[in-house]
């Protein structure tokens, strides 16, 4: 039996013997009775053992140390101690796997930065076990979201040919001995003898996959792990993380903002209903307030504004800035901050300059903005990037070759606007990022089970 | 409003106007009236579109090609016709997007090895929409069982400096160009400049890091894209594929097969209740008595049968065999064949001699066997291969060094058996055999939304 099966029938098994197999967190005893608190990992909250002198193995069981695996038998009772309502009354403990005195997780507060140095110990703890418990339930959630709505889940390939993103920024893949790349007659690495017969990149996006399944099944959504070789040591970057991308067929881009708003707070309704103690415990000692910061985003409306607006908006804001908010250029963090904290919630801003975003985004009627959207997000920044797509053949085309872009062997996306072409419009969300959010985490390293950054891939 | 939700509750909509949008399956019109198959890729079935002469776009109309995309309006009413009980009685029609002459998919018979050449348009077609369909469906039908089953979801990292697997197996990632590998002064490539400043790979498994989490969660499933270098041009393989590997603390052999069984019938039930229509489809045009074989496995308790059993049946077959059965050895198709055959159903085949697998399962009391076990289905082979995995720290390590297995930077593996170790119990499913076997399809490239085999990535 789990824990967390007897947690939430409790009263079921008032008066019952049960066995359960799990971890000792702690182990204080006196000289007549002692206290285990005793973790399976199926439940946030630890289940008390009650042990005294009248067992015959008082001495062996008073010995066991942190962090072992152990067999018990006993009894469920209602607990005269404060702190649980029930406890297990001890008949009998099994060592199943012993812990050395040095073990490194110990009941107390162990830094975050000490914990990464042990990732693969970190979700015994209280704080990861509460953050990857939250990452599973989320995922779930936006399956079922998903699902419910009649997309379809499209695996969107990793290993491609096409170099369509740029090559420098996507990772090469080989079966090559990278000491000894064979060469051909000119001297250049002779990909023919390389298992897919020519060069291949890993993708840092499923999108343009996920648009031809889009317009097969009008809904889809990709879920799977996306690399990318930024060198960015930041708190919001890793080169391997998860991403979600919906595409979704005769969808313009208030409607894909619809989807987004609706999938979000469907997302954390979810997550809060499923996880109470562990958002409990992020509350307490992570982001004070962020149960009311999420409840609040359940009840309101999302802020929709352009971008000319929103950089109206900072122009006018009696700011001193780092970088000067400018039409036709980005938005940077601080400006992302003061929007979010000026609207208090969640904002999209709309129609971005064409030039700093994506050639397949749909250009607007006024030829200098795109139909693209960015979600911003109070404390965590952009937490999804949207857009409805160009499907104008002409058009695509014509951005492609302004940007240099080598459409030659990608006859199979374009097409899609020749073959019963229709609007469309997607979006991704970081999954890193959106865990960030609803635990109140703020670094990426602590949000991935092991991370990989830059000179940085242990495990 | 999807053309699904449409179906799924037809009867409100009779006599109702409704909006929708989607794609022309066929279109077929006499003088006086015209028939559009349409279908929005949502629902397996086509709406029957009728439209007639008193329509002032009539002529418009008929000249439709097969591909487009519409948005039509007009009144649900009951057929007159056979084959579908109601029908679209048209008012209007808007042209989308156009579809030329030469389309591909036109509505006859294209064979799958076509269909493969058009990949990015194949979903379009009834049995590509069924099979990627149920691929959806399955996969959320395995989030469901582990979810509700107290399992985390681990998210796996694929990139890893490790190469315990045996590197020659594994994909090498990197940033560099392979026309210009930078190098030390050995002249061996410098890694040391590469992202991670190491040599890194792509993994072929995430059970090592799986099982890290197992000892935190007691129970937790990866499911995620896992990517060989086999050089193998078969029907069963790719080289890239989906995987679902779930590992579970305090369970034993047995365990992981009960686990094993109950999980696979969970999804064949709900694969069979959420996708009627196209478990129908299968069984009539792809392998004839496909629902009567599934309903037939939920109906049984699975066989299970050591290796050596297995091989003493295997040699008092009165068959010829290609390759002669043998104790200690391996088995091959033709043997996987006859036994499932033989007990005309899936086969648990359990304790395999060590020498022909991995070194991390746990060896039996005989020191001749491990706790493997596979389980073989009719028609597909192997379907899962799991094993109680090797707790004991000294027999690991000693294991390892039998097999030249270099475990220096691999403490995070053996020390779990250390650190609170206890029995615990594995198992992969290779996810497109799953849905081979569920669909009947006999080519793994044929589940695969854009499959990658060797000399082949293309799209």
Request: charged content about 30%; hydrophobic content about 35%.
């Amino acid at each position: 039996m789990d824990v967390k099966d007897l947690f939430e029938s409790i009263k079921k098994f008032e008066g019952k013997e049960v066995t359960l197999e799990g971890w000792v967190r702690n182990n204080r005893n006196q000289s007549n009775f002692g206290f285990v608190d005793f973790n399976d990992g199926t439940y946030f909250k630890s289940l008390q053992l009650v042990y005294d002198k009248e067992l015959k193995d008082f001495d062996n069981i008073s010995k066991i140390r942190v962090g072992s695996a152990i067999r018990v038998k006993g009894k469920i009772v209602k607990s005269e101690g404060s702190g649980q309502s029930h406890e297990m009354k001890v008949s009998s403990v099994e060592l199943l796997g012993d812990s050395p005195e040095d073990y490194p997780i110990q009941p107390k507060r162990h830094t975050r930065e000490f914990l990464r140095e042990v990732a693969y110990l970190r979700p015994r703890t209280n704080l990861f076990n509460a953050v990857f418990r939250v990452r599973s339930v989320a995922a779930q959630a936006i399956h079922e979201y998903f699902q419910s709505h009649n997309y379809v889940y499209f695996h969107s390939p990793i290993i491609t040919a096409a170099d369509c993103e740029g090559s420098d920024q996507m990772f090469k893949l080989t079966t090559f001995d990278l000491n000894n790349v064979p060469k051909d007659e000119k001297g250049n690495a002779d990909f023919k003898k390389d298992l897919f017969g020519k060069k291949v990149y890993i993708t840092g996006s499923g999108q343009l996959h996920g648009e031809t399944y889009a317009l097969a099944y009008k809904k889809i959504y990709t879920f799977g792990p996306t690399l990318r070789t930024e060198k960015s040591n930041t708190k919001t970057h890793a080169n391997e993380f998860w991403m979600i991308e919906p595409e979704v067929a005769f969808c313009d881009l208030n409607g894909i903002m619809n989807i987004e708003e609706e999938m979000l707070k469907f997302v954390i309704k979810y997550v809060m209903d499923k996880c109470p103690l562990e958002m409990e415990f992020f509350d307490k000692f992570v982001e004070k307030g962020i149960i009311e910061k999420l409840n609040k985003v359940l009840n309101s409306k999302f802020v929709r504004i352009t971008h000319h607006d929103a950089i109206t908006l900072l122009k006018e804001a009696n700011v001193k800035w780092e970088f000067e908010p400018e039409y036709g250029e980005d938005i940077a963090k601080e400006h992302e901050k003061y929007i979010t904290e000026h609207f208090n919630g969640p904002v999209f801003i709309t129609d971005w300059p064409k030039d700093i975003k994506a050639y397949y985004m749909k250009l607007n009627p006024d030829n200098e903005t795109v139909a693209a959207v960015d979600l911003e997000v109070p404390g965590s920044g952009e937490l999804m990037g949207g857009s409805q797509r160009e499907d104008d053949y002409d058009k695509l085309i014509n951005r492609m070759k302004e940007l240099n872009i080598d459409y030659s062997e990608m006859d199979w996306y374009t097409n899609l606007r020749r073959f019963g072409g229709c609007y469309h419009s997607g979006f991704g969300l970081g999954f890193e990022r959106l865990i960030m959010y609803l635990t109140g985490i703020e670094n990426i390293r602590d949000v991935i089970p092991y991370p990989r950054t830059p000179n940085n891939c242990d495990y």
